[in-house]
């Protein structure tokens, strides 16, 4: 099995709280993070369009989102701060080290900016917690 994520996804599956557009939405995302938390060594394809976590999305317009302009503006400032290139393989544990090592706070609210998601909080907070190894900041 190998999963493909735009690469603002990666935070996203980081904060990911059971939350999101539909009620298959959450389904098809809770199946991604619970494989991931199982097995930290998928390979996960990153790509510029649609991906596994947009398959059930009701914003998924053929292979782009309704909004693909926010999206790919968050793609772009992920791939920067992350070093992610298209096209390439990455785990999910190296992922994550990415994103501890380059995802810092001042990063993360500058990547971040524009998602619906971001006021929720629960995306800082994940990455706050893997900053800190799990420890509270």
Request: glycine share 8%; proline share 3%.
């Amino acid at each position: 099995m190998t999963l493909s994520f735009r690469p603002h996804n990666f935070m996203c599956a980081l904060g990911f709280q059971g939350m999101g557009y539909s009620p298959a939405f959450v389904e098809n995302f809770t199946s991604i993070v619970d494989a991931l938390h199982h097995n930290e060594d998928l390979p996960i394809k990153i790509i510029g369009e649609s991906d596994s976590i947009c398959a059930a999305c009701p914003n998924k317009r053929g292979l782009s989102c309704k909004d693909e302009e926010k999206i790919r503006s968050l793609d772009e400032r992920h791939s920067k701060v992350l070093g992610f290139l298209k096209g390439t393989s990455i785990t999910w544990n190296e992922a994550k080290k990415l994103m501890k090592k380059n995802m810092t706070l001042e990063a993360f609210h500058k990547a971040c900016e524009g998602c619906s998601w971001k006021s929720l909080g629960v995306c800082e907070k994940a990455l706050q917690a893997l900053r800190t190894d799990g420890k509270e900041a």
